[in-house]
């Protein structure tokens, strides 16, 4: 009997905003909703005996269900039209066989047996897409025990090439697909158990380039308290500005009242509509305010980085009086074995 399990960046702090839940408690029921020619479509993995559970609904009082043998270790299961027919199919994550099972759907609720196709070791996530655009659906895999991740092209009939496997830098944890460089070519995007996060830029046809790491650090706690001040830093700013600063500009002008500033669009009057306003005072406001954030985030960021510096230095400076003192540590044993020879030579 399994224990419901969750994929993060470290396992010992459910707080990690990189983390990818996946509930996958004692039959590991992953439920997909979709559409089969109309009737409602639920499925879910039974980890316990490696099968897959099929649950259609014809009506609101009939409930149909099926059973269908995965591989070994099903971990992972998404949904796509891989042979091109327009009916839903399946595609497993089986990790304890070292492959990916692709069920065809038959457009009833019910699918083929499972065509496997080989993805490395142990793959624990599957995700689909389109890598070498040919407008066929292609698979990825994230392999934790191995550290890789595997891309297998389709051949648009529910089967697929070799994979191409790609060593990633930690253990991962998760992957998902998207154009993140604008070139219109997908992407990869893969979380680690260490916080860290590898963009793999796609080339179009398949392949991928080297990743590129990003540290995730931190926590859920941390942002909220982060968001929570910069709020709180937002009022204050919006305060000074309404309240110290354009009351004594508004007295320089004449008593104006920035807020009040308007200019109205006589030409653009709808019949029992009031008048069309620009309400430029008020634009000037968010405009000053704008300019006094950023001028206090310059002084804030210069903060950090001076005092950063300091610390740097301070380090620099303990570990090089380390050093020196190492040295003549050992200049001064050096005089005692000099000194000690000599008497031994006199003596």
Do not use: C
Request: aromatic share 8%; net charge negative; proline share 4%.
């Amino acid at each position: 009997m399994y224990a419901p399990w969750i994929i993060e960046s470290k396992p010992a702090s459910p707080w990690k905003p990189l983390s990818l839940t996946i509930a996958v408690g004692v039959l590991s029921m992953l439920v997909i909703i979709g559409m089969a020619l109309g009737l409602g479509l639920g499925i879910g993995l039974n980890n316990d005996n490696e099968s897959l559970i099929i649950v259609t609904t014809t009506s609101s009082t009939t409930v149909n269900t099926s059973n269908t043998t995965t591989g070994s270790s099903p971990n992972f299961i998404i949904s796509g039209d891989f042979n091109s027919d327009t009916r839903v199919d399946l595609a497993v994550a089986n990790s304890g066989s070292d492959n990916v099972g692709v069920f065809l759907g038959n457009g009833d609720g019910t699918f083929q047996s499972q065509v496997t196709s080989a993805a490395g070791t142990n793959p624990d996530i599957v995700i689909t897409g389109n890598f070498n655009n040919d407008n066929i659906p292609d698979l990825v895999t994230v392999n934790a025990a191995s550290q890789t991740v595997n891309t297998l092209l389709g051949n648009g009939n529910g089967q697929f090439q070799t994979p191409q496997t790609y060593n990633t830098t930690a253990i991962p944890s998760f992957v998902t697909s998207g154009d993140f460089n604008g070139d219109n070519r997908q992407d990869l995007a893969v979380t680690y158990l260490d916080g860290t996060v590898n963009i793999f830029l796609g080339n179009g046809d398949g392949t991928f380039q080297n990743p590129t790491s990003f540290a995730l650090r931190g926590n859920v706690v941390d942002l909220a308290i982060g968001i929570i001040i910069g709020t709180a830093f937002t009022n204050v700013i919006q305060s000074l500005v309404d309240d110290i600063i354009t009351p004594p500009f508004g007295l320089i002008l004449g008593g104006v009242d920035f807020v009040n500033l308007t200019i109205k669009m006589k030409n653009f009057v709808y019949k029992n509509q009031p008048p069309v306003v620009i309400r430029y005072g008020k634009f000037i406001q968010t405009i000053i305010s704008l300019f006094l954030m950023a001028f206090a985030l310059f002084f804030v960021i210069k903060a950090i980085n001076k005092l950063h510096h300091i610390a740097t230095r301070k380090k620099q400076t303990e570990e090089g009086i380390q050093l020196e003192t190492t040295e003549e540590v050992k200049v001064l044993y050096e005089i005692r074995d000099l000194l000690a020879k000599q008497s031994s030579i006199v003596g």
